[in-house]
């Protein structure tokens, strides 16, 4: 049988493997799972687990968890692990033999060769504790490869044109910034830049410290005293924040969160966009410096910057993007998923090591950007016909995005909403295609908050709804052929506009055994749900493990008709059994 040599990204917080099959880049899934929580832990009964179990436990036992193991890699210490000493070596082979497993398991044959990426500010140290870690998990690391140099090899290969590329990559724990520059497929790291400490998980902590506080304020209980009640808090956190990167408001409800003074507490509050961007604007703040360090470095201007692309799982924060583009004044690149983009092109190297060739085969994006018109600033003038982007351009199919704004004086009873396509801060000078009115609307002070949803799906049809957020009245519309409305281009040729935005540089398909859509987050959090209610089973009466199966049924019927709102009742059903079973 013919050697297959597998890429790996082997993530602070996540870790992927994909290999090239057939010429199609693939990214092998545990299950379900597209990445594996990079957590090493030993359970109850002494045993060794690997992702999200691990990380599952981490917050209720932190001494039988590690985490962010890659922090020490090429450093001169050991950690403990349910007592015993191991070198972070030994914690990151245990993830890679995690990962060889499930490759194994998928392509039926064993492995032993691998392409592993490293950050491009990876010390010799630390490059060589890498390829060791491998070493232990019986993987002849063939190359070592810088992550930019993948994420850029993820958008495609071919390239002739000589292209400066900004890798912006921002995870769960760390930032980094570079600049490529990129021709006859080499790619070439001219700088690098970031923090090693910054990511996703300062802003979950923001989002903790808000909830703290909110709990102190209200019910004058200090909760960071009740371990428990602080695990439910910070995956409410983590949910939450999903929640705003497509929507403006999420409510975060943790029934029963904790007891004092023989009373209940129940969390119940909402948090929106706005207040959590602020939350994280320093943050964000500092990758932007970072970036013109970056470009400073490389001896270039933001102007030389040819293209931008988005990797790591936190530059769906929609601030980010409209960041980048500012800077920039162009859309930055997001359709290959940008959690699983490094280890594509850890793939793709990996077949261009063996001599395969390398299909470039398109993801379904949007070519055009979709939004309505507000009264807001151009050329720092008041303007009544703002565009505002609702869905972006090169944002991947289907996609759904809502928006909030409000209305403009006191007992506003009607609202105009008018939806264009195009890409000018001018609405009036991009493509009206659909107009409607919400009529009603309660007798309110200015301010009442019209919240505004834009669904695309595959077939170019836009639904737009407008709902009043406070009454819940809502009116709808459908644009059939939204996409092909421009110019009567059909979607293949926008398709082909939007590769040439890239010169060669075609974008892949995201071969994922079925759908290359990415899940919503209330269908990735219904799926935890269900994994940590089946974790219980062994442990629980059969009356109970019923009534949990049943639950289970619903929410899985729910999400194989990708029907969230369904999901709600019976999630958080089985959500308070959960927290009943477990306290
Ligand atoms: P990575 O290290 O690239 O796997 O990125 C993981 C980080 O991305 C975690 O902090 C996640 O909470 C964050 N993340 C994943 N999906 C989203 C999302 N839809 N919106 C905001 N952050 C996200």
Do not use: W
């Amino acid at each position: 049988m013919k050697d297959i040599i597998i890429g790996i990204d082997l993530g602070t917080t996540n870790s992927e493997v994909a290999v090239v099959e057939h010429g199609k880049v693939t990214l092998i899934k545990d299950g379900n799972k597209k990445m594996l929580p990079s957590f090493v832990g030993i359970n109850d009964a002494g045993q060794v687990i690997v992702g999200e179990s691990a990380r599952n436990q981490y917050l209720v036992y932190p001494e039988r968890t590690i985490k962010s193991i890659k922090r020490l890699m090429g450093q001169d210490t050991q950690v403990v692990l349910a007592e015993q000493t191991y070198t972070p070596q030994e914690i990151s082979a245990i993830i890679l033999t995690r990962l060889k497993d499930i490759a194994e398991k998928y392509l039926g044959q064993t492995v032993s060769k691998a392409v592993i990426t490293v950050p491009a500010y990876f010390s010799d140290a630390q490059r060589q504790a890498t390829r060791e870690a491998g070493e232990i998990a019986g993987l002849e690391v063939l190359r070592m490869i810088n992550e930019p140099t993948a994420a850029a090899l993820a958008y495609g290969t071919g390239q002739t044109e000589k292209k400066q590329v900004l890798i912006y990559d921002l995870g769960g724990g760390t930032f980094d910034v570079s600049v490529v520059n990129m021709q006859d497929d080499v790619v070439e790291v001219l700088s690098s830049h970031g923090d090693n400490h910054l990511g996703g998980d300062d802003f979950d902590q923001k989002i903790i410290d808000y909830l703290i506080e909110h709990i102190q304020d209200t019910h004058k209980v200090d909760v960071r005293q009740h371990s428990k009640a602080m695990a439910r808090l910070t995956r409410a956190a983590e949910e939450a924040k999903f929640v705003l990167s497509d929507q403006p408001f999420a409510q975060i409800n943790e029934e029963y969160l904790l007891e004092h003074d023989g009373s209940a507490i129940h969390l119940s509050l909402e948090l929106s966009r706005v207040t959590y961007e602020e939350m994280i604007e320093d943050y964000i703040n500092a990758t932007i410096d970072a970036t013109h360090i970056a470009i400073k470095d490389a001896k270039l201007t933001a102007s030389d910057i040819d293209d931008v692309i988005l990797v790591g799982g936190s530059t769906r924060t929609p601030c980010i993007r409209e960041r980048l583009f500012n800077e920039f004044g162009f859309e930055p690149h997001s359709e290959v998923d940008p959690d699983i983009c490094v280890a594509l092109g850890a793939a793709t190297q990996a077949a261009m090591i063996s001599g395969q060739e390398v299909d470039t085969v398109l993801v379904d994006v949007t070519p055009y950007t979709y939004g309505t018109s507000a009264i807001g600033q151009l050329n720092g003038q008041p303007y009544p016909f703002m565009f505002v982007p609702i869905i972006h351009k090169n944002s991947v199919l289907p996609n759904r995005k809502t928006e909030a704004f409000e209305t403009s004086y006191d007992n506003q009873d009607t609202v105009e909403v008018t939806i264009y396509q195009g890409e000018d801060p001018d609405a009036l000078n991009n493509v009206k295609i659909g107009e409607f009115l919400i009529e009603g609307l309660l007798d309110v002070p200015r301010g009442n908050i019209i919240t505004l949803t834009l669904e695309l799906d595959l077939n170019g049809i836009l639904h737009v709804s407008a709902i009043e957020k406070k009454s819940g009245l809502e009116k709808n519309i459908t644009i059939k052929n939204a996409l092909s409305q421009f110019e009567g281009e059909a979607l293949d040729t926008a398709k082909q506009r939007i590769t040439s935005l890239f010169g060669k540089m075609d974008s892949r398909i995201i071969e994922e055994e079925g759908s290359t859509v990415p899940d919503a987050p209330e269908i990735i959090a219904a799926r935890e749900l269900i994994a940590k209610a089946e974790g219980l089973f062994d442990k629980i009466s059969d009356e109970d493990k019923e009534d949990m199966i049943e639950l289970i049924e619903t929410i899985t019927a729910c999400i194989d008709a990708q029907d969230i709102e369904g999901l709600d009742k019976p999630s958080a059903q089985l959500t308070d059994i959960i927290y009943y079973l477990e306290s």
